[in-house]
T-cell receptor
């Protein structure tokens, strides 16, 4: 089983749609969780951290279920600029030493006009 | 404040040649990390360095790959006798400290081995 598994995608949605990405991780010792976005042939950029209580940042909502080892990202009212690959990322460390990140393969999202 | 700078952005090497990838961390950052992204794969951690020290090289292939971060100058990821399977994007990241900080990625160096 891969350490971090994501929906294979790709997702093609119209502008304004709501889209959800799912991710599971295998290492129950994982302590920190993130969503990154990566544009084509660019570096990954941190979108948001994910907390057990769930967190929201504008149109983006992230959820974590430690018991199921499951992470999700919901994008509401999608924009053309949301088109990118979304990467689920986990780290074995809490707070500190977040350098040894484990990345999923990513899910490609294309938002169409 | 300039971000993490990597060069070259694109590099083509023939099988058996050497590839050298350079990374200058963000100003004030003394911790550097290298990741590799093979085609259709997620990024994978390779090595963590501080000035003149390799702290964690648990993700480095055992042969042909080496990394350094000298007292002066950029960090270097060196791949000797490249093979087709080394074709990948190599991302460098940096942070001011190792604890409790987001790491910031450079734009990557794309290596193609022909």
């Amino acid at each position: 089983r891969k350490e971090v598994e994501q929906d294979p995608g790709p997702f093609n949605v119209p502008e304004g749609a709501t889209v959800a990405f799912n991710c599971t991780y295998s290492n129950s010792a994982s302590q920190s969780f993130f969503w990154y976005r990566q544009d084509c042939r660019k570096e990954p950029k941190l979108l948001m951290s994910v907390y057990s209580s769930g967190n929201e940042d504008g149109r983006f909502t992230a959820q974590l279920n430690r018991a199921s080892q499951y992470i999700s990202l919901l994008i509401r009212d999608s924009k053309l600029s949301d088109s990118a690959t979304y990467l689920c990322v986990v780290s074995p460390n809490s707070g500190g030493s977040n350098y040894k990140l484990t990345f999923g393969k990513g899910t490609l999202l294309t938002v169409n006009p | 404040n300039a971000g993490v700078m990597q060069n070259p952005r694109h590099l083509v090497r023939r099988r058996g040649q050497e590839a050298r990838l350079r990374c200058s961390p963000m100003k004030g950052h003394s911790h550097v990390y290298w990741y590799r992204q093979l085609p259709e794969e997620g990024l994978k951690f390779m090595v963590y360095l501080q000035k003149e020290n390799i702290i964690d090289e648990s993700g480095m292939p055992k042969e042909r790959f080496s990394a350094e971060f000298p007292k002066e100058g950029p960090s270097i990821l060196r791949i000797q006798q490249v093979v087709r399977g080394d074709s990948a994007a190599y991302f460098c990241a940096s942070s001011p400290r190792v604890e409790g900080n987001t790491i910031y990625f450079g734009e990557g160096s794309w290596l193609t081995v022909v």
